[in-house]
C-alpha cells in the first residue's frame, strides 16, 4: 500500500523559512510525478504549489514562483518543498499530491497525503 507522508509544517514569521518533505512510502511503483498544493484558510480548492516529474521538470504555481523551490531525492523516494521568503498569505494546509505506477498491474493512480499546516504570522 502507498502512502504519501508529509513532515515539516510549523509556525514561522514573515520573511523566514521552512521546508517540507513528502516521503512516498511501500514498494512496487514508479513515481510519475510529485508535488505540493496547499488550501488556504477559507479556499474551497487547493492550489498548485509546485510539482517535479521524474525526469526533474518542474512547475510552479505563480505566487510562489522566485520564493519555493521543489527538488527531489530519487533514492528515497522524497520531494522536498523549501519555502523562502514566507508571507502571511502562504498560511495553507500543504498537501503531497503524487501520481504514481504500479509495476504489477500498469495501473496509474493519484494519491494524497495528510497535509501539513504552515502558518505564517506577520
Known amino acids: 500500500q502507498v502512502q504519501l507522508v508529509e513532515s515539516g509544517g510549523g509556525l514561522v514569521q514573515a520573511g523566514g523559512s521552512l521546508r517540507l518533505s513528502c516521503a512516498a512510502s511501500?514498494?512496487?511503483?514508479?513515481?510519475?510525478?510529485m508535488g505540493w498544493y496547499r488550501q488556504g484558510p477559507g479556499m474551497q480548492r487547493r492550489e498548485l504549489v509546485a510539482?517535479?516529474?521524474?525526469?526533474?521538470?518542474?512547475t510552479t504555481g505563480g505566487s510562489v514562483k522566485g520564493r519555493f523551490t521543489i527538488s527531489r531525492d530519487n533514492a528515497k523516494n522524497t520531494v522536498y518543498l523549501q519555502m523562502n521568503s514566507l508571507k502571511p498569505e502562504d498560511t495553507a494546509v500543504y498537501y503531497c499530491?503524487?501520481?504514481?505506477?504500479?509495476?504489477?498491474?500498469?495501473?496509474?493512480?493519484?494519491?494524497w497525503g495528510q497535509g501539513t499546516q504552515v502558518t505564517v504570522s506577520s
Open positions: 511501500g514498494s512496487g511503483f514508479s513515481i510519475n510525478y
Open positions: 510539482i517535479i516529474t521524474s525526469g526533474g521538470s518542474t
Open positions: 499530491h503524487g501520481r504514481l505506477l504500479t509495476r504489477a498491474t500498469m495501473k496509474t493512480d493519484e494519491y
